[in-house]
């Protein structure tokens, strides 16, 4: 069994800063890639920013210069820095991760279930 758990959504003013976390457990032989997508009422789950197992990072044009994406390897945890936000970054955001659980099985994607972050003053 593999969960993904976030923490670190709530509610902040525009302009100020959130912090996610992506905590990864159970089975796990290795993860490749992982990420952060989100989703607004009303609207269809959009990328924010994916992460390789190198540290290679991707960014949805419209958080590029206010978001960074990170990741611990050794903690199989991943994070995303949230500075100068909009009341448009309002939305239900979640941790995607390619995950082999043993060696003699193929990755696959695992999701979390999801923290809210609400932008509004």
């Known amino acids: 069994q593999v969960q993904l758990v976030e923490s670190g959504g709530g509610l902040v003013q525009p302009g100020g800063s959130l912090r996610l976390s992506c905590a990864a457990s159970g089975s796990i032989f290795s993860i490749n890639a992982m990420g952060w997508y989100r989703q607004a009422p009303g609207k269809q789950?959009?990328?924010?920013?994916?992460?390789t197992g190198g540290g290679?990072?991707?960014?949805?044009?419209?958080?590029k210069g206010r978001f960074t994406c990170s990741r611990d390897n050794?903690?199989?945890t991943l994070y995303l820095q949230m500075?100068?936000?909009?009341?448009?970054d309002t939305a239900?955001?979640?941790?995607?991760?390619d995950i082999k659980?043993?060696?003699y099985?193929?990755?696959?994607?695992?999701?979390?279930?999801g923290?809210?972050?609400?932008?509004?003053s």
């Open 101 to 103: 659980r043993t060696r």
């Open 115 to 120: 923290t809210q972050v609400t932008v509004s």
């Open 45 to 51: 789950r959009e990328l924010v920013a994916t992460i």
């Open 92 to 97: 239900v955001y979640y941790c995607n991760a």
């Open 74 to 76: 050794a903690k199989n």
């Open 83 to 88: 500075d100068s936000l909009k009341p448009e």
């Open 105 to 113: 099985v193929n990755t696959r994607p695992y999701w979390g279930q």
């Open 56 to 63: 290679n990072t991707n960014y949805a044009d419209s958080v």
